[in-house]
């Protein structure tokens, strides 16, 4: 499950690029509190503590609790801007939530027993095709990543959502098609060998090719 973290913020009274630019100055960032039918609220908090934060990996699927004013307010991360050259938080959105909410969240995935993979074994490269999964979960019980075993995966094998044991109480917020998260494919040398290895149509005697009509080049009228 993912963990809760504390997060300390003060009130912004004053709004703006010129009040933002500011507090970034002076090693904050702006931030805002909305959600749950009640009025949003600005907020800023401290850069170092919020990049540390950010630094685990999991921030984004973490429950945040914003300590501001001596009021405690649950909250979800749903949006961070950051400066496009340093990549510095410039302002971040937080969603208030209730204590057993469902909750949309992107959970990273991991593949595990990759040594117990024929395919990869065999040189096969694992391709994958969604590095997170989209899930929909109690606030309380979010996953911080979702495992997927490679065990018996051979090359032309496929890993779709429908093969994935999803942790109790969380389903896939995709839920109209068994979409593909990875599979595993031949490396691009096996693939050049098994060109080479099969015969070209002219190295094939004209008594045994075939035209367009179905009938043999070699056979008369």
């Known amino acids: 499950m993912s963990e809760q973290l504390t997060l300390p913020a003060e009130a912004r009274d004053r709004a703006g690029k010129g009040a933002s630019r500011a507090l970034r100055r002076e090693g904050r960032v702006p931030a805002v509190v909305y959600g749950e039918k009640k009025e949003p609220f600005s907020i800023h908090v401290e850069e170092k503590l919020l990049t540390k934060m950010l630094s685990s990996g999991h921030f984004m699927n973490s429950l945040v609790m914003i300590d501001a004013g001596g009021q405690t307010h649950r909250t979800l991360p749903k949006a961070i801007d950051f400066h496009p050259v340093t990549s510095r938080p410039l302002h971040v959105d937080f969603l208030r939530i209730g204590e057993h909410s469902q909750v949309t969240v992107n959970v990273p995935v ?112």
């Open 110 to 221: 991991r593949f595990d027993n990759e040594e117990a993979s024929p395919g990869i074994k065999r040189g096969g490269v694992l391709n994958v095709v969604r590095h997170e999964l989209e899930l929909i979960c109690d606030a309380a019980s979010i996953p911080d990543e979702i495992h997927i075993s490679l065990e018996g995966l051979d090359i032309g094998d496929s890993i779709h959502i429908s093969s994935v044991q999803l942790p109790e109480g969380s389903k896939s917020a995709i839920d109209d098609r068994d979409f593909t998260i990875a599979t595993c494919v031949a490396p691009s040398a096996m693939k050049s060998e098994e060109d080479e290895e099969a015969p070209a149509a002219s190295d094939v005697p004209a008594s045994e090719q075939i035209d367009e009509t179905g009938e043999s080049e070699g056979e008369g009228e």
